[in-house]
């Protein structure tokens, strides 16, 4: 892959990606599988066709569609690559175009237009003054926590107090469930467990299976969504067919929580007493990571009130957008209208507007102060950085958090990530902290 900077002008950069034609045959099957695969169709169903990922999108949604949407696919999956490549930083989405549409065979080139990070100088870099609530471990928290432990260490037994089905109520269900006359294999068990009223399913799956007796079994329909969305993002119904038998109820047992059971939780743990220590040591450090990132936040947001100069209209512009367009994709993955996610917030479109405003202006600032924070350290990313970087936003997850970002050629974006959580660590280590009592 070659990058070229065609111009910076206004705020904005225009780089310029070349893939080689091995790149870019590769890259066409990959994102026409990609497509392929969100418009429900599987490996088998490819495999069957006989032609290749690009052909049989081409048979799925029209030639002129498949080309465009082979293309989009690319130049959003190498932009970050591009970036990487470039060590730049940008904010919100590139805006991508291409003269030619991707060919086996050919090169391909694309442009995209990107908004760089602008960097900022601050008025001084002393140290802050931050009060920052500070918490005690309650014994109301480590009773919850042994409370938690002890039922997820319950046991299930046959409840035979009724034998009608009430909503809360644990069941066994066999069940054999069909789409389009296909069997749905998630679906079909002749032993799941399931909880009514727990959301687990569709309001009108509960509804049919509320009020069955022990032993009968019914047939009948309800609808889910689509796992998959579709090219626009918009998740549609499916209408499912299934036949259920109630095998059980069941009820759940917990176990005493006495010094034989603290001794089953874990090795090394002799008494209930050993256990709620070590349950309080957990909760406190808990408590103190939240006491570091409240710090870093307000560390931040102090030496952003530093910036020299005014951000431009067009910084908050794109971010803006960008985050107009994350709340649609989490709105439309959780099912959700706007109308009905402002109604459950008892808000009105000005006044979320006005908070995405605020939380992108304070979000923008925070980050160009830490920028110019860590170039006065004269910080740099070593390993341990990059990898509390990936702790922080994958907790017990963070190498696959860094696969994963090495996978999508995010490298850079996250190391310059954690450069501003390093700067942040830095500023909360030299700021005069004052911490508020207890807190509740």
């Known amino acids: 892959m070659k990058v070229e900077k065609v111009r910076e002008k206004d705020g904005k950069l225009e780089l310029l990606v070349e893939l080689s034609p091995a790149e870019t045959a590769e890259e066409m099957q990959r994102a026409a599988g990609n497509e392929i695969a969100k418009r429900g169709a599987g490996q088998d169903d490819l495999k069957a ?16 569609e498949a080309s465009f949407l082979i293309d989009e696919g690319i ?4 932009a970050p690559f591009a970036l990487t490549a470039e060590r730049v930083d940008t904010i919100g989405a590139p805006v991508y175009r291409c003269s030619e549409h991707a060919q086996i065979g050919k090169p391909f080139k694309y442009q995209f237009v990107c908004v760089p990070v602008p960097e900022y100088e601050l008025e001084s870099y002393d140290p802050v003054s931050i009060s920052v609530p500070s918490y005690e471990v309650k014994t109301e928290e480590i009773d919850a926590e042994i409370d938690r432990m002890v039922q997820f260490a319950a046991t299930g037994m046959t409840d035979t107090s009724h034998d009608e089905v009430m909503k809360g109520d644990k069941v066994e269900l066999a069940m054999q469930t069909t789409m389009d006359g296909a069997p749905v294999k ?49 998740v549609k119904m499916d209408s499912y067919e299934t036949t259920v038998t109630v095998k059980r109820i069941i009820r759940s047992v917990a176990p005493e929580p006495d010094d034989a059971w603290a001794r089953s939780t874990k090795p090394g743990i002799e008494s209930l007493e050993q256990l709620r220590a070590e349950v309080e040591e957990k909760i406190r450090s808990q408590h103190e990571d939240d006491f570091q990132r409240s710090a870093q936040m307000l560390a931040g947001n102090e030496l952003a009130k530093r910036i020299v100069g005014d951000i431009p209209d067009l910084i908050y512009g794109v971010a803006m957008k960008e985050a107009r367009e994350n709340l649609n994709w989490k709105l439309q993955s959780e099912n959700q209208t706007l109308d009905e996610f402002l109604a459950a917030q008892g808000m009105t479109q000005e006044e979320l507007s006005n908070a995405l405003m605020l939380q ?5 600032n925070r980050q160009f102060a830490m920028n110019a924070y860590a170039k006065h350290k004269g910080l740099v990313v070593e390993e341990d950085d990059l990898s509390a970087f990936f702790e922080s936003i994958a907790p017990g997850n963070a190498n696959i958090a860094h696969a994963d970002f090495n996978r999508d050629g ?26 508020i009592g207890a807190a509740s």
């Open 49 to 64: 066709s006989g032609v290749t990922p690009s052909e049989f999108l081409a048979n799925l949604v029209g030639a002129s």
């Open 75 to 78: 130049m959003r999956r190498r």
């Open 186 to 234: 998630t679906l079909c068990t002749d032993g799941r467990e399931y909880t009514t009223g727990a959301f687990a399913m569709p309001d009108d799956f509960d509804e049919a299976i509320i009020g069955m007796k022990v032993g009968e079994t019914k047939t009948f329909g309800f609808e889910g969504p689509d796992i998959v969305p579709d090219a626009d993002g918009n």
């Open 360 to 364: 992108v202006r304070t979000q923008l």
């Open 410 to 435: 995010r490298i850079y974006a996250a190391r310059c990530a954690a450069l501003r959580l390093k700067a942040a660590k830095r500023a909360v280590e030299e700021a005069d902290i004052t911490r």
